[in-house]
């Protein structure tokens, strides 16, 4: 118990330098300018034909492959000093040991990525809040967008695909984005905090992450590559739904998913503990 007490302190010591971190509301009003940008294209749809839009816009947020991109990069921008050593880090070393130490970091990797994605959840809706109709169905506006050639007549730069309106509700949808790309966040994460860690530098890391990134818009409508980008794995649309196509089934990411960041866990705590503590200029 002890343990994890020591690592909660560690965790939440990083996001107590939120309020003070520029990174973070850079990254903030980037996510702001993004999400208004791409849900205003469906919300000016709506008010064409006088329909307001329903509230779950979220799954479709970043299914277009170069929107992924911008959406993505800036969860690598707040990942990008890890291991987060800082100047105070050395002293907190020393006081909780390593090992507990090693284990809030990696906490704070888990909680800072459900933050980012229920943090664009939230602006997807408080957005657009006026222009909302709250329905548990998809609405006529999704609907439209989805099943006609309407996204293309009014150069919808989002993709909807029709289906996920077809095999989800949009209560699941919404859950199984949010899952699969919270995990795909822990999985960058935990990429550039390990890298980082064993180079002693904050390049590799990031540059590791960022090719993820980019592999995913480069397999994009090849459904046999899917399986080998785990980046792809946040899109609904590009998930085996009926045993019916190439692409990865939900087991199999989930599996992957465990057996990925179980691993890279297990290395950041080894890393960790024979680590050179390096104090390096704030990003």
């Not at 090849?222 to 649309?237: G, I, M, Q, T």
Request: with cysteine; net charge positive; charged share 10%.
């Amino acid at each position: 118990m002890k343990l994890f007490n020591t690592a909660r302190f560690v965790c939440f010591q990083n996001f107590r330098k939120w309020s003070s971190n520029y990174r973070v509301w850079i990254i903030a009003i980037l996510l702001i300018i993004l999400t208004h940008s791409f849900t205003k294209e469906i919300i000016d749809f709506g008010k064409d034909i006088d329909i307001n839009v329903s509230p779950w816009m979220f799954p479709f947020l970043f299914t277009q492959k170069f929107i992924k991109l911008l959406f993505f990069f800036p969860l690598i921008l707040l990942f990008s000093d890890a291991p987060f050593i800082d100047e105070n880090q050395p002293y907190i070393i020393a006081r909780s040991g390593r090992i507990p130490w090693s284990i809030g970091q990696i906490g704070y990797i888990f909680i800072a990525s459900a933050v980012y994605f229920i943090f664009l959840l939230l602006l997807s809706i408080g957005l657009n809040l006026f222009n909302i109709q709250f329905t548990m169905e998809w609405g006529k506006v999704l609907g439209t967008l989805a099943n006609t050639n309407a996204a293309h007549v009014v150069n919808l730069k989002t993709y909807i695909p029709s289906d996920v309106l077809h095999y989800f509700s949009p209560v699941q949808a919404l859950w199984f984005s949010l899952l699969l790309s919270w995990l795909t966040g822990v999985l960058l994460g935990l990429i550039i905090y390990v890298i980082n860690s064993f180079s002693n530098t904050r390049v590799f890391g990031i540059l590791t992450a960022s090719f993820l990134l980019v592999l995913d818009a480069t397999v994009t409508n090849n459904d046999n590559l899917y399986r080998f980008s785990p980046v792809s794995w946040s899109n609904l649309a590009r998930i085996d739904i009926n045993g019916t196509t190439p692409m990865p089934s939900i087991t199999y990411i989930y599996i992957c998913f465990a057996l990925l960041i179980g691993a890279l866990l297990v290395s950041a705590i080894v890393i960790n503990r024979k680590q050179t503590i390096n104090v390096l200029p704030p990003i």
